[in-house]
């Protein structure tokens, strides 16, 4: 079919370039045209020989053997003087000839056909290998994974719950003989990057046994019945390997919620893969040792059928690692790359709050790279500082000109945030102010948490909620202005205080309501708003600009009584542009000795008079 084809393009390029070349040659070999006036002249003067007439067209040749043409508007005035002077007339029918009226008619519908066939051959070879994948299955890989549970850390209940299935696989008389049946499915469900891939492989290496890999798309195809008949190969090839691990990486891709009544398309092709890897998993046999692993972060869009016992039996829930985690997935990673005597993992892991273990893979290679770029052979805490600060803030825009009176605006709004965090109470400690741009943010200060909270009481998102507000509060105070530097702060804060109102009944005027519900992923989703009255929302707005108000003449206050530490601090920010916590104490210090010393001579001032 495919040398058909080409050799159909070959043909038509040739006709092509062939009609170009007779064109050409036409054009090359044409005969001079001259006017009916000057033919005229040339017949008195008894200087034409001969005539070829073909309607009104006239190839006329001169005594001197010139051929010439020439367009004549009255042909039958003209043959009785062409006879008068003695000329040869030769005539011509100037109707087409019959050749070329058929190929006027032939070739366009040739060439329409030929459009046609070559858009159905495209068509078929599509068909074609959409056949082929049905009946030739998809080519499901298997492997003998090198990953062990010495790879995986910060995930120990997940560990624990896998263990007996390791011994299941290694083990399945042992279980046999006393009834048990291996759990059919797993699914492991939680953010992005915490290690559920990892974990899948880390079970198939422990247990040494076969390790199909797949994900959730690979079944999904334009043509319904590709996906089902990929889930029915894989079982097939896998029972042939008993006992093995099949493993569907974002299965929501395939398992999504099936909607009510008829479908068409893709969703009916998703349908029924759905359908296929439900029937698989119910027909499995006793001895038949298969199990299915699979990993979503969007448990909120499966199908029930899909979750009920018997097919996804257990449900593992991989979250972001705490402190104790993160530090034993750090030195997980540490191993491959070499360290300064001084690297402290401990500081490092509490200071990385909230990170995945793929975000700290990511932190050591960052600060390998670091270490790199000024050809060191060891890693330091420096690298791993500067190594965070891009992850989290983005690169260091070194090339930004800024104005003075930009950077002062700056100093003073993180200066604003500092102050309020040591002077609220509940708050996470001072780690780093900088006034250096990263990423989007012009300036930041960092708090590093002395432990993970999993539970926030009231005082200490109001403590957030003032810090926020901090800067801008900062800069009306010390500047006497306002400017779009806020602009994140209020967001957050705005955030904070709406779902101490909505979610967490924190509000005493509302009451310990939930007015809005999460929407169960693992992706970041907003709560969505559940239903209630024009005069419920009227009093929410006004209890979560109550709680903004507040929290902002807090702020107010708190920083008009520290003013003289917020100018020193924002002019030691100006010259050194990065203050960590103990830097800051020194200028807090500083602030303190000089107020004293202010209010002695007040004092002293006061006696004498």
């Given at each position: 079919m495919v040398a058909f084809i080409r050799t159909l393009y070959i043909l038509v390029l040739v006709a092509i370039l062939g009609g170009i070349v007779v064109l050409f040659w036409r054009m090359e070999n044409q005969r001079p045209t001259i006017s009916y006036n000057e033919f005229l002249t040339s017949l008195e003067n008894n200087e034409i020989t001969e005539v070829n007439i073909k309607g009104s067209t006239i190839r006329l040749k001169d005594t001197f053997d010139r051929e010439f043409t020439t367009f004549s508007p009255d042909i039958q005035s003209l043959v009785p003087r062409l006879l008068e002077k003695s000329v040869i007339i030769r005539g011509q029918d100037d109707r087409p000839s019959p050749v070329w009226t058929l190929l006027g008619i032939v070739l366009p519908v040739l060439l329409i056909m030929l459009a046609w066939f070559l858009l159905a051959s495209k068509q078929m070879g599509k068909a074609d290998e959409g056949e082929s994948d049905k009946e030739k299955g998809f080519n499901f890989a298997t492997s003998a994974t090198p990953i062990t549970f010495r790879d995986v850390a910060g995930v120990p209940e997940a560990k624990e719950e896998l263990v007996e299935i390791i011994d299941f696989l290694q083990k399945p008389k042992k279980y046999s003989k006393l009834g048990a049946v291996i759990p059919r499915g797993i699914l492991f469900q939680g953010p992005p990057g915490t290690g559920k891939t990892l974990l899948a492989k880390a079970i198939a290496g422990e247990a040494g046994v076969p390790f199909y890999s797949i994900s959730g798309s690979d079944f999904v195809e334009m043509f319904v019945g590709v996906g089902a008949s990929r889930v029915r190969d894989l079982f097939r090839e896998a029972k042939k390997n008993t006992p093995c691990i099949i493993f569907i990486d974002e299965i929501d891709a395939v398992g999504g919620l099936r909607g009510a009544g008829g479908a068409s398309g893709g969703q009916d092709e998703r349908g029924q893969t759905l359908n296929a890897l439900l029937v698989e998993m119910d027909g499995f046999s006793t001895d038949e040792t298969i199990i299915i692993l699979a990993a979503t972060n969007r448990p909120d869009i499966l199908d029930p059928a899909l979750l009920r016992p018997g097919r996804f039996d257990r449900q593992i829930n991989v979250l972001p690692p705490d402190v104790k985690g993160r530090l034993e997935i750090l030195k997980v990673h540490a191993r491959k790359v070499p360290l300064a005597p001084d690297v402290d993992m401990e500081n490092i892991a509490r200071s990385t709050p909230g990170f995945t273990g793929a975000e700290l893979a990511s932190l050591v290679n960052e600060a390998a790279i670091i270490a790199g770029r000024t050809n060191r052979k060891?890693?330091?805490?420096?690298?791993?500082?500067?190594?965070?600060?891009?992850?989290?803030?983005?690169?260091?825009?070194?090339?930004?000109?800024?104005?003075?009176?930009?950077?002062?605006?700056?100093?003073?709004?993180?200066?604003?945030?500092?102050?309020?965090?040591?002077?609220?109470?509940?708050?996470?400690?001072?780690?780093?102010?900088?006034?250096?741009?990263?990423?989007?943010?012009?300036?930041?200060?960092?708090?590093?948490?002395?432990?993970?909270?999993?539970?926030?009481?009231?005082?200490?998102?109001?403590?957030?909620?003032?810090?926020?507000?901090?800067?801008?509060?900062?800069?009306?105070?010390?500047?006497?202005?306002?400017?779009?530097?806020?602009?994140?702060?209020?967001?957050?804060?705005?955030?904070?205080?709406?779902?101490?109102?909505?979610?967490?009944?924190?509000d005493p005027v509302v009451g310990p309501m939930a007015y809005a519900r999460n929407a169960g992923g693992f992706l970041g989703e907003q709560s969505a708003r559940s239903h209630y009255s024009e005069d419920t929302a009227r009093l929410i707005d006004h209890e979560v600009k109550k709680l903004i108000d507040d929290c902002y003449a807090r702020a107010k206050e708190i920083l008009t009584e520290q003013f003289d530490f917020l100018n020193f601090l924002a002019d030691m920010l100006l010259i050194n542009e990065t203050l960590d916590r103990e830097e800051m104490e020194i200028v807090y210090n500083c602030t303190k000795n000089k107020r004293s010393e202010k209010e002695k001579g007040v004092e002293q001032i006061t006696d004498v008079g």
């Open positions: 060891s890693i330091d805490n420096n690298d791993f500082d500067v190594a965070k600060d891009r992850i989290l803030m983005g690169i260091e825009r070194k090339g930004m000109v800024i104005s003075e009176s930009d950077r002062q605006t700056m100093a003073f709004h993180e200066a604003g945030h500092a102050i309020l965090t040591q002077f609220l109470p509940e708050t996470d400690p001072i780690h780093k102010i900088t006034i250096i741009p990263r990423g989007r943010a012009l300036g930041h200060t960092q708090q590093l948490p002395l432990q993970d909270r999993h539970a926030y009481p009231k005082d200490y998102l109001l403590s957030r909620i003032t810090i926020l507000l901090g800067g801008r509060v900062a800069e009306e105070i010390a500047l006497n202005q306002q400017t779009t530097g806020a602009e994140d702060d209020f967001q957050q804060a705005v955030e904070i205080a709406t779902k101490m109102v909505c979610n967490w009944g924190m």
